[in-house]
């Protein structure tokens, strides 16, 4: 249970993948957009077009359109989707800045639907090529908007440990013992606050460059 949202999330990416190479191969269902009526699909085409050249994750934009087409809306409820969901990741590219992936991106725009602000986010810039803060974003936005742990703390706490160097197994090891806490009975807040206290420091100057991956 406690790996439902962020297993959803790693495995959004294969999923993907794998949904390309199908539309690729003849013989397979036309294009789904293809069930909106023409005026929206054309908006919607164009903002997917916008998103590819500004660098935006617009393979993600367009699976924002399917998610809703299959999911029975109206086109105008699309399309208001698609241009909301195109307003995050341009936010999201912002705040995090030039080295970030479209990974960085995507995992962005979730923690701002999370209502978490570009300020906020923008703690978690991307200053060097090879460092991703996919997973604390991640962990951020399920703690938050599915665990309801108090947004600033949580904000706080995963923003210190980014700028102090944390490895991705760190937030790894931290977002699954507040969520098994949680799930034992404690509040949100004391889940993350106990935890917290006992999470190892880095020696001062350590970064997660210095760790060995695993």
């Known amino acids: 249970m406690k790996w439902r949202f962020v297993g959803s999330i790693l495995l959004l990416g294969a999923a993907l993948s794998s949904a390309g ?8 269902q036309p294009d789904p957009l293809a069930k909106l009526d023409i005026p929206t699909r054309s908006k919607v085409q164009a903002l997917i077009d916008s998103a590819r050249q500004a660098n935006l994750p617009w393979k993600s934009l367009r ?5 809703g087409i299959r999911k029975g809306y109206n086109s105008k409820d699309v399309l208001e989707a698609v241009r909301r969901y195109y307003k995050g990741l341009e936010v999201s590219k912002a705040s995090l800045g030039t080295f970030s992936t479209p990974e960085d991106i995507e995992a962005g725009a979730s923690l701002l639907a999370a209502q978490v602000s570009p300020d906020d ?4 810039r ?3 090529m090879g460092r991703s803060p996919v997973r604390p974003l991640t962990y951020l936005a399920d703690l938050i908007d ?6 600033d703390e949580a904000i706080d706490a995963f923003s210190k440990l980014w700028k102090d ?3 991705d197994a760190d937030f790894d090891g931290l977002w699954s013992a507040v969520d098994q806490d949680i799930l034992g009975g404690l509040s949100p807040r004391s889940a993350l606050q106990n935890r917290m206290r006992i999470m190892p420091r880095k ?3 350590e970064t997660e460059s210095e760790i060995p991956s695993s």
């Open 21 to 28: 190479a199908q539309q690729a191969q003849p013989g397979f």
């Open 63 to 67: 699976l924002k359109a399917v998610e």
């Open 121 to 124: 986010l923008a703690k978690f």
């Open 126 to 128: 991307v200053t060097t």
């Open 146 to 151: 599915r665990q309801h742990v108090p947004k």
């Open 165 to 167: 160097g944390a490895a």
């Open 203 to 205: 020696p001062p100057g």
